[in-house]
């Protein structure tokens, strides 16, 4: 099974795949952030898109080998999630959509504390919401169609 992990920053992704999935969880910002400096610029997009590749077919490799793998991308819009299903459906392997959808509150409160725990230094594979990148980034979002969700998380 391959879990395809769905919402906007602070929805509860990692968290639930940390403590409620038993497999690798795979993400992008925790590959970037761990190989290359944190502001990229022009180049951000390209080098995500390798990881984002990379990381793709170290989940096929994984379920094909009889793990389960969850990628931690968030799939903020519909091409990529139907481009994802179809990529792994190509290959016969299961992945399935979990879309994370918290109380608008729960999440700020999240964010808040994850900025916190960054600038302490007791996390480093996330980036920090200040400063308008939430609401950036929130403009990207496209909520997925519920045809498209497999498990629907509110909490």
Same mark, same amino acid.
């Given at each position: 099974m391959i879990y395809l992990l769905c919402g906007r920053v602070g929805s509860g992704k990692s968290t639930f795949a940390r403590r409620r999935l038993a497999c690798p969880c795979l993400s992008c910002?925790?590959? !970037? !952030?761990?190989? +290359?400096?944190?502001?990229?610029?022009?180049?951000?997009? @390209?080098?995500? *898109?390798?990881?984002? *590749?990379?990381?793709? $077919?170290?989940?096929?490799?994984?379920?094909?080998?009889?793990?389960? *793998?969850?990628?931690?991308?968030? +799939?903020?819009?519909?091409?990529?999630?139907? @481009?994802?299903?179809? +990529? +792994?459906?190509? !290959?016969?392997? $299961?992945?399935?959509?979990?879309?994370?959808?918290?109380? @608008?509150?729960?999440?700020?409160?999240?964010?808040?504390?994850?900025?916190r725990a960054i600038r302490e230094g007791r996390i480093r594979d996330c980036y920090p919401m200040e400063g308008g990148v939430r609401e950036i980034l929130d403009a990207r979002f496209e909520v997925p169609l519920p045809s498209e969700v497999d498990v629907w998380i509110m909490g």
């Open positions: 910002d925790t590959l !970037l !952030l761990r190989l +290359f400096p944190p502001y990229l610029g022009e180049r951000h997009g @390209e080098i995500q *898109a390798k990881c984002t *590749a990379y990381l793709m $077919d170290l989940a096929v490799e994984l379920a094909q080998n009889g793990s389960d *793998a969850a990628l931690d991308f968030g +799939f903020w819009t519909r091409q990529s999630r139907m @481009e994802a299903k179809a +990529f +792994f459906a190509a !290959l016969g392997l $299961d992945a399935r959509l979990y879309y994370f959808d918290p109380p @608008e509150r729960l999440r700020l409160d999240r964010l808040q504390g994850r900025d």
